[in-house]
Structures are given as C-alpha cells and as structure tokens.
C-alpha cells in the first residue's frame, strides 16, 4: 500500500521538489510488481496517496486547542476511521476498483486505486492531478502553508 499521507505532505513534496521522486519511487515499485507477478503468487499493490476529501481535511488554525479532525491525527498518521475505509477498498472486488481506475471518472471522494501496470499507473497519476486542482481550489491555504513551512525551514 502506498501511503495515504495528508495533502499538506504531498504539498510539502511538491514545494521541495521531493514530488517528481516519489512518482518515480512509485513507478518503480509498480515495475518491480509486475516482474514478481510473473514468477510467483500475485502481489495487489494499492496507492492511496493523492489529494481526496480525506487527504484534504482542514487543519484546524494554529493555536486552536479544541478543534479535531476526523481523519487523520496529524498530517502523517491517519485514525483508525481511515482505516477502516481503505481495508474496506482493499477488501472489496477487484473488478470494482479497476472500473474506478479505467472510467477516469474522479472526484474528491475516489481514494484508494489499485495499480497493475503501468497504464493503471498513469491513469492514476491523472486521478492525483484532477483531485490536487480540486483541492487547491476548495482549500488554497493548505498549499500556501506549505510553501510557507518550507521557507520556514531553509
């Protein structure tokens, strides 16, 4: 499983130019997934990194003590909730994910996707992009942040 990390991660990736590593990280773990497949049992790899409305929660305002989130307790560490969820997917028909993977019909609230190839890999690359613009354009600040965070830290 590819790691379900918040968007705030991935928009730290982004800002650090840490993004085009872990697409090729992932690319790479993808090929050396179909060269197992084809000697032995078969190996199911999911990705459920990407900019969904689970990745996307707001982070509540520096300073407020009382808020919480419901997905993740922070931008690393997702609750059980989440999990819940993504064993729910991986769980589920295979048939039902591959038809998610090959409608390209995403939205904010399509999360895990198994990938099984390289065009699945890119299909879903397409699935990331498509969500990052909708959550960039629901919540602007989580980018801003980040590239404020990577400032901070130079």
Known sequence: MI???????LALFEVTNLWPLFNQWKSLVVNDLINMNQYSTQIELYDYSGYSLYHCERIPP???LLST????WEAGHFKKELGDIILEE??????????KVMSMNYSQTSFGIR???????LLNQNRIIQQRLMCESNYPELFTDAAILA???Q
């Open 3 to 9: 790691y379900p990390y918040h968007a705030q991660i």
């Open 62 to 64: 520096m300073g407020d």
């Open 69 to 72: 989130t419901q997905w993740y």
């Open 90 to 99: 991986v769980l589920r028909s295979n048939e039902t994910i591959l038809s």
């Open 115 to 121: 990938l099984l190839d390289q065009n699945s890999f």
């Open 151 to 153: 400032r901070a830290s």
